[in-house]
């Protein structure tokens, strides 16, 4: 992933990639290595997270 200022922490990030099984390529290989697709679906899946985050802390 870009070097840029990140909207999503390194933790948030992993933890999109862990619930998409993509963990291990970038334990492996990094963040370089995960395709722009994948990227898209780390960032989709990172939103889902701050969703029901943001619906437990509300409850």
């Known amino acids: 992933m870009s070097k840029r200022n990140n ?4 933790s948030m990030k992993a933890e999109a990639a862990k619930e998409l099984g993509l963990a291990d390529v970038v334990k492996k ?7 722009s697709k994948d990227c898209g679906n780390i960032v989709k899946k990172a939103l889902e997270i701050s969703e029901r985050n943001a619906k437990q802390f509300m409850n």
């Open 7 to 10: 909207m999503f922490s390194e």
């Open 29 to 35: 290989k990094g963040w370089g290595e995960v395709s």
